[in-house]
């Protein structure tokens, strides 16, 4: 019977170069005959209360009938200020920017807030 001895440096060298190599081949620049992933982007609301879905290959993937980062419960005024904030957060998301958060001085860089 062989004697089998342990090296847990090894072990551990290969778990870590195991994440490592995950992480380089999920978040790897994209070729150009790669495809990208579909987002669609669907406005709600009306008169002065407007809110946006964003679908990820037919899927739902965020509901927001809010502002984010302005507390309450305060809808866009405008499909227009809606529409600018989903197309933000979908630049954000094909710059693998996850999760995709949108701060205030996102929402005064698209004229949302003062």
């Known amino acids: 019977m062989p004697i089998i001895i342990k090296n847990h440096k090894i072990d551990w060298l290969i778990a ?10 999920v978040y790897a620049p994209r070729t150009n005959n790669q495809k990208e ?10 008169q002065d ?11 739902l993937y ?26 933000l957060m979908v630049g954000k998301m094909r710059k693998n920017i996850f999760p995709p958060a949108v701060t205030v001085e996102d929402l005064r860089g698209v004229g949302i807030v003062e």
């Open 16 to 25: 870590v170069g195991s994440a490592l190599l995950f992480l380089v081949l």
């Open 37 to 46: 992933i579909p987002i669609l982007i669907k406005t709600f609301g009306q």
């Open 49 to 59: 209360r407007w809110g946006y879905d964003l679908y990820v290959s037919g899927s």
């Open 62 to 87: 965020i509901h927001q009938p809010n502002i984010p980062a302005v507390g309450g419960d305060i809808g866009f005024a405008t499909e227009a200020d809606a529409r600018k904030v989903a197309e």
